[in-house]
């Protein structure tokens, strides 16, 4: 098999207050995939997420991505290949026009000026936002705002996309239009959620994190059709969702009969 | 999310003031400061000049003359102050609507208040005709150096997102039957503004996370 885009093997992490967060922790992502990764509240998701471009220094165990492993070193090229989009919007567009906040990722790779621009103008049509692309961030919806902080990274060419709850606060439009969006675009993603509906709709895969360990990896339906695993790790569906009576065209063929 | 559309400050228009570059404007603004401080108060035919200049570039801006003045309510403290200086300053005193003033307190209240408001009113005028965006161009062109125009960047752009979150948090406290009226209420708004200072500071840990995730080095792009 090829070089997996993400290959995370025995991460462990503790605070420097002594918490541990992740204990051993392994994951191969293939290029084209989208996987969700799924787990309770305190999990170490987010945790998690930051070990992937290097913002967090791994106790023990590696990360590498497409081959090159995350490490001091590196750190720069690190963050071309993995795109993170956090949470919050607001933490993530800090400049005054959207442009420059799109622009700000492909300009410290150290592009020329037409290249930036070219490709501010490419992401931001990915996500279906150029027309706002002189308006300051804090005038935009919050639906709005998530799509531009997508089209940040997206301007970055990244080899992986990871969407830490991508769902979070979104009205169900804008929920739907950022799935349409995802759907859309060429890359390999990684999605952190507990959204289940949102994980079976936009990802094959789904990986289970709970305790800091992976104790599940499998195909989505599967997952979430598996009671005691669910029960066993906090994740519930939402009331009046059943994913074997789901009939969605939209989702990419994983549906069990 | 209630995000109110452009700064109070700013008075949207395409008038040859707002056209002009932000650089030359801060200049203006600043020399014309310096040398309103610098005219001597006893000069009083060249304050009518200063303050038609001020007034003319204001009509020019066709920014309407209600829209600053009311704007001007920030000044208030200090006209209080040189208000008092009459009655408390020391030397000769002369009679005013049967009231003894102080000379040296008058011309002194007199000097604080004109220089005060043509230079709230010209700042007004710069601030209306400005986007704060393009005030912060304006200072990098100026070679102000990038590490103050970026702080001053970061506070214009969360400005709005912590006086949101204080309004929230306010309206919190009210919900829960809080309503701050005298001071033995003021623990509980004091902590209330640690607690804001603290989620902005954990905010800034998370903004500049974000920064470096993008490959932030220090230094941001032109």
Same mark, same amino acid.
């Given at each position: ?257 | ?19 002009? /570059?932000?650089?030359?404007?801060? *200049? $203006? @603004?600043?020399?014309? =400061?310096? &040398? #309103?401080?610098?005219? +001597?108060?006893?000069?009083? /035919?060249?304050?009518?000049?200063? *303050? $038609? @200049?001020?007034?003319? =570039?204001? &009509? #020019?801006?066709?920014? +309407? ?17 040189? &208000? ?139």
């Amino acid at each position: 098999m090829s070089v997996p885009v993400l290959d995370v093997q025995g991460l462990a992490y503790a605070y420097p207050d002594g918490h541990q967060a992740l204990f051993g922790v392994d994951l191969h992502v293939h290029r084209g995939e989208r996987v969700a990764l799924l787990g309770p509240n305190g999990a170490g998701k987010t945790t998690f997420v930051l070990h992937l471009n290097g913002i967090l220094t791994a106790g023990a165990g590696t990360v590498s991505v497409s081959g090159l492993a995350v490490e001091k070193a590196n750190v720069a090229e690190i963050r071309r290949r993995v795109g993170v989009v956090f949470q919050d919007p607001d933490d993530q567009l800090f400049m005054g026009t959207v442009r420059a906040d799109v622009a700000f990722g492909p300009a410290n790779l150290g592009l020329t000026r037409a290249e930036v621009d070219h490709r501010v103008v490419t992401a931001l049509e990915a996500v279906g936002m150029a027309e706002h692309a002189d308006r300051p961030p804090h005038h935009l919806s919050f639906g709005q705002r998530r799509r531009v902080a997508v089209a940040t990274v997206l301007a970055m060419q990244p080899e992986i996309l990871v969407l830490d709850e991508p769902s979070s606060n979104l009205d169900p439009a804008s929920r739907r239009e950022l799935a349409d969006i995802v759907r859309s675009l060429d890359v390999t993603v990684l999605m952190v959620t507990h959204d289940l509906p949102y994980a079976l709709e936009l990802c094959p895969r789904s990986v289970v994190l709970s305790g800091g360990a992976v104790v599940a990896d499998g195909a989505t339906y599967d997952v979430l059709v598996d009671e005691e695993l669910m029960r066993a790790h906090r994740l519930e569906l939402p009331f009046g969702f059943d994913p074997r009576t789901t009939r969605n065209p939209r989702i990419d063929g994983t549906l069990a009969p | 999310m209630g995000a109110g559309h452009g700064h109070t400050l700013h008075f949207h228009g395409h008038s040859a003031v707002h056209r002009a /570059p932000a650089h030359l404007k801060i *200049l $203006a @603004l600043l020399t014309f =400061v310096l &040398v #309103v401080v610098a005219t +001597p108060r006893e000069w009083y /035919p060249v304050f009518a000049l200063h *303050l $038609a @200049l001020v007034v003319g =570039v204001a &009509v #020019v801006s066709r920014v +309407p003359a209600v829209y600053l003045l009311k704007r001007m309510v920030v000044e208030v403290p200090f006209v209080v102050f040189a &208000v008092l200086l009459p009655f408390v300053a020391h030397g000769p005193r002369t009679d005013v609507l049967g009231l003894s003033l102080s000379e040296s307190g008058l011309l002194g209240a007199w000097g604080l208040l004109v220089k005060g408001t043509l230079g709230v009113l010209a700042s007004l005028v710069l601030a209306a005709t400005t986007e704060p965006q393009d005030l912060l161009v304006g200072l990098q062109r100026l070679r102000l150096p990038s590490q103050l125009v970026q702080i001053m960047g970061f506070m214009v752009r969360y400005l709005e997102v912590v006086t949101t979150e204080m309004h929230r948090m306010r309206i919190a406290r009210e919900s829960r039957g809080f309503v701050a009226r005298n001071p033995r209420h003021w623990p509980v708004l004091a902590r209330s503004m640690g607690a804001l200072f603290i989620r902005s500071y954990e905010r800034g840990e998370r903004v500049h996370l974000a920064m470096l995730s993008r490959g932030y080095t220090g230094e941001l792009p032109r």
